[in-house]
């Protein structure tokens, strides 16, 4: 009977010794926690404004820097000999076309050459005769008025030609040569041999930008927008240059927020000597903000926006909430500074404020 109650007693001990290692509990990471509810709160704070504001943005073309290169005649692409990112100098030939317009316009000047050589020859014929008095004086005047007409319709197809970058002489040839308006970068290029083209086309041939000059695009959110003004310096980085820093002024603000992103557009311009700055290129704008001042720094996941408003789920004894209404100043990702009736120290509750905030609004 003892053995009995010996073998009882060691199964037992394990059992009964479970319910003390239940009893520890670990306590999750936050700065303070509401042991009556599963809302957790963080502690509002007077903080220093962030010295500093960091917007993302690209590198952009300077639009009063770019030139769009059109067919002017329609045919058939030969050859193309500028390539995608090739610098070209004003007047270089970027392509050549064979056109069936080019040799109209060939045919002209040759039929206006022919008309100026009959109307001189006419002209001089009928002098001779007004000489010798077997022309009249009407005559010579018409000779010599036909011989005008003729010099300028031959001017005139000889400008033709000129425009279209054919030559005037005995072996000139029906192509189109498509040449740099202006010196500068090709940083878009939409033509390959064998196309055909058309005059009435929308698309350009070729885009021509000088890069000395580029534009950084860069979104502003509304908590921001009162930080920024024309005229401002800043600092780009960009991803490609990490240890390089770029300084530009900001010269346009949009007056329009975007009804999807709520973000307004600004634009930097600046120097890119060496053409570093690609279009397109990712980079980071930051402006250093003077007289910053105080200010209360909340946790960015107590601030709920709802309505046009922003508000904050304040603790204001264990277990009890009120919905307290702020102006938010400007957002980083480490806080939201707001102004309000918050005070320094106060409870508002961040996870599961959305939640609780319904509740409360209901």
Known sequence: MPFRLLITAVLAAPILSLPACSEKKAELPTNSKDTESTYRTDTVMTRNLADDLRFTGKVSYDQRRVDQVFPVVSGNVLDVSATLGAHVQQG?????????????YLNDFNA?????????????????????????????????????????????????????????NGTAKPIYEVKAPVSGFVVARNVNPNMQLRP???TPLFIISDLSRVWILFNIYETDISALRIGQQVDITALAYPDKKFSGTITNISNVVDADTRVLQARVELPNPGGLLKPDMFC????H????????????????????????????????????????????????YVTGSLKNGDQVVTEGSLLLFNDLTD
């Open 92 to 104: 270089q030939a970027l392509a050549r076309v064979q056109s069936a317009d080019v040799s109209g």
């Open 112 to 168: 206006a050459k022919s008309d100026f050589a009959l109307a001189q020859r006419n002209a001089n014929n009928t002098e001779q005769l007004y000489k010798t008095n077997f022309a009249s004086q009407s005559d010579l005047i018409a000779a010599r008025e036909g011989l005008v007409k003729a010099q300028s319709a031959l001017n005139r197809t000889q400008q033709i030609l000129k425009l279209y970058g054919a030559s005037s």
């Open 200 to 202: 009435d086309n929308s």
């Open 284 to 287: 980071t704008v930051s402006l």
């Open 289 to 336: 903000l003077e007289n910053s001042g105080k200010n209360l720094a909340l946790n960015p996941k107590s601030v709920i926006f709802s309505k046009d408003k922003y508000f904050v789920v304040k603790q204001t004894a264990p277990g009890k909430y009120a919905v307290v209404p702020v102006n938010v100043v400007r957002s980083t990702p480490e806080y939201t």
